[in-house]
């Protein structure tokens, strides 16, 4: 994920280099640009003066720095705690989120502006695990414009942000990133706060710039019902934008503190800072250089015990982190792979089903031949003329012809129900193929979703991108069990279908033949009469045509059955590599698992670092105020 991001903004950046300057776009990216030359881009109020100074809006203004930074730096993932000047920023044209917040922050103060640093939270790596908010992961910025404040953030607005859309090739062999482009790439720019809000949740509510501000509870949750309208200034605020940049920090943090109370990180660095900044006057009474101690001693004081409150939250959330982390590999790995594991062995077939599947087609076709040699040699006897008269007898006739009228009755009933079961079973057929049909199709995907699954484990993505792929297979498989169990109701109604047919078909000869029994008696009886004659052969030929419509079907039975054979072996082909697939899977889940625990333990060893430094230059300033007090030096 980051060779792709370094890529494409490494070629970018060459691209400008030679041309020697840097294009910023004007607002709503209109034709006019603004050029920056190399010799500007060494010095920050060089720089600054370069991007603004031709502009009569702070809108403006702002648009230039943001565009600025957002199409010529890239984000930098570091483990290690490493301070860098705005300076060394500017010329390594690469940073942490933080950086890039300080870099638009110091740019925006050399151009007049009023900028201000918001610490706070956004769900870009672990949001599915994690449930507590008490560790800042990210900065961005807001600004004053025309007398109202506007959010910015500079890091996700640039290609780092904006490389934000999975695609895969048609085979679901490759991972790419594409670039979003217009106006989606302005997303992070002066966005209204009732969408940032569902990205970027503040540790200081006040910068929610909403009306009504939601929870952390909320936010962790999803939970937007409560957004209404947009605040854009408020008195906290128009204090914010008076203060020093230490003093505004500490305030922001308090207020923090007081909206969450595992708040802790943040008001350690202000409170520190705070300490530091307080500057001693020499030409002070003694009771104004006692208050000064004092209130150093409570800064000091107050950034470490907030530095060891976060220690110790550091300690305890990793934990849960990690164990949280298991579970979701349980749930969203483990689970869905074990079920499709289950899947492909229930209904994926060695050699010898082939074998067993390909005999029951030479059986079935066997069948039918041997039916159809059946129906070819089947003796139809046709009437001929008696030797001699009969004599007629009236009662013979009434009963026979009321015979054959009851039984004319029961075969239109039979024809009508062999049509009915006729039309069920095609309806039945069709609907078990059309089914067969989808279910295939979500076998062919299934087996794209699990490599997808199986790459999106060996690159860098977030667990909430995983989630949603584990999700698809899921969901997938969910259809394929409705589906399987679907046909099995279609083949047993199909079973019940066919019987009722065969047993109603079976009745229908029987009756034809009791109707050419009836009608050969009268044939007889009444001296070869024609009517009678031509009547027996209607019915022989009725009789041919159910013959013929049964072999028909048995032929239809059989197509039908090689149709479906092929499909299942189709169906185990891609078993077979959905196989391959999950056995990598398997191999991979392991590595993926340690790299997820070593990361989150990274992040907590550079955390407990960073709280160890802080109590350390309290430890170290408060000694060094100590001896300088016994030296006099304060005095």
């Not at 705005?86 to 690469?94: A, E, M, V, Y």
């Not at 670039?179 to 940032?196: H, M, R, S, V």
């Not at 982390?325 to 869905?336: F, Q, T």
């Not at 078990?432 to 199709?441: A, G, N, W, Y």
Request: contains cysteine; charged residues 30%; aromatic residues 10%.
């Amino acid at each position: 994920m980051m060779n792709s991001r370094s890529i494409y903004t490494r070629l970018l950046l060459l691209t400008l280099l030679s041309l020697g300057c840097t294009t910023v776009f004007s607002q709503n990216n209109a034709s006019s640009t603004v050029f920056v030359p190399r010799y500007a881009e060494q010095s920050l109020n060089e720089l600054s003066k370069y991007l603004t100074s031709n502009e009569n809006s702070d809108y403006q203004k702002a648009k230039n720095i943001y565009d600025w930074i957002t199409n010529n730096f890239l984000l930098e993932e570091r483990y290690k705690i490493k301070r860098y000047s705005i300076q060394q920023i500017l010329k390594r044209r690469r940073g942490t989120a933080e950086e890039f917040s300080n870099l638009f922050d110091s740019l925006c103060h050399r151009s007049g502006l009023v900028s201000k640093q918001i610490v706070g939270y956004t769900f870009t790596e672990n949001k599915p695990i994690i449930k507590v908010l008490y560790q800042p992961n990210h900065y961005w910025n807001a600004i004053l414009i025309d007398k109202k404040w506007y959010q910015v953030d500079c890091l996700w607005g640039s290609n780092y942000g904006r490389l934000k859309k999975l695609t895969f090739d048609i085979n679901g062999n490759s991972v790419n990133y594409e670039l979003k482009k217009g106006k989606e790439a302005e997303t992070y720019f002066c966005p209204a706060p009732q969408d940032l809000i569902k990205t970027h949740f503040p540790a200081d509510p006040n910068w929610q710039l909403l009306e009504n501000s939601i929870t952390s509870k909320e936010f962790i949750q999803n939970d937007f019902s409560g957004v209404t309208n947009s605040k854009l200034r408020n008195e906290i605020l128009d204090e914010y934008a008076t203060l020093e940049c230490s003093d505004y920090l500490y305030l922001s943090s308090k207020n923090a503190f007081v909206h969450n109370s595992k708040n802790h990180r943040q008001l350690a660095v202000s409170s520190l800072e705070k300490g530091k900044n307080l500057v001693f006057d020499v030409k002070a009474t003694q009771k104004e250089k006692d208050l000064f101690f004092q209130k150093k001693q409570i800064y000091y004081h107050e950034a470490s015990s907030s530095a060891s409150s976060y220690s110790s939250n550091v300690s305890l959330y990793s934990k849960v982190e990690k164990e949280a982390l298991v579970l979701w590999i349980r749930h969203n790995i483990s689970g869905p792979i074990a079920k499709r594991t289950k899947y492909i062995d229930r209904f994926s077939f060695d050699k010898h089903n082939i074998v067993k599947k390909e005999l029951q087609e030479k059986n079935l076709e066997n069948n039918l031949k041997h039916f159809k040699d059946k129906v070819s040699k089947k003796n139809y006897a046709s009437l001929k003329k008696p030797r001699r008269k009969s004599e007629q007898d009236p009662l013979y006739f009434k009963v026979n012809l009321q015979q054959i009228e009851e039984a004319d009755s029961i075969i239109q009933e039979l024809e009508l129900k062999i049509a009915n079961l006729k039309s069920i079973n095609k309806i039945l057929i069709d609907k078990k193929r059309e089914q067969i049909l989808v279910k295939k199709s979500l076998n062919y995907s299934q087996t794209s979703y699990l490599q997808q699954f199986k790459l999106l484990l060996q690159v860098d993505v977030t667990l909430q991108v995983l989630g949603h792929q584990s999700s698809q297979i899921t969901r997938v498989d969910n259809s394929i069990d409705v589906l399987v169990k679907s046909i099995k109701s279609i083949d047993k109604d199909l079973v019940s279908n066919k019987l009722e047919l065969s047993k109603n078909i079976s009745e229908l000869k029987k009756q034809m033949n009791t109707k050419l029994s009836l009608y050969r008696g009268l044939y007889i009886v009444s001296n070869a009469e024609t009517a009678y004659k031509k009547e027996y052969d209607k019915v022989n030929e009725s009789l041919k045509e159910v013959f013929e419509n049964q072999i028909k079907a048995r032929e239809e039975e059989y197509e039908a059955l090689v149709w479906s054979n092929d499909a299942i072996i189709d169906e185990n082909e891609e078993l077979m590599r959905q196989k391959k697939i999950i056995r990598d899977i398997i191999k991979i889940k392991s590595d993926f698992r340690k790299k997820k625990i070593a990361s989150i333990a990274k992040r907590e060893i550079r955390e407990k670092k960073f709280c160890e430094e802080i109590t350390q230059t309290v430890y170290d300033d408060l000694n060094q105020i100590k001896i300088h007090k016994k030296e006099g030096v304060y005095n």
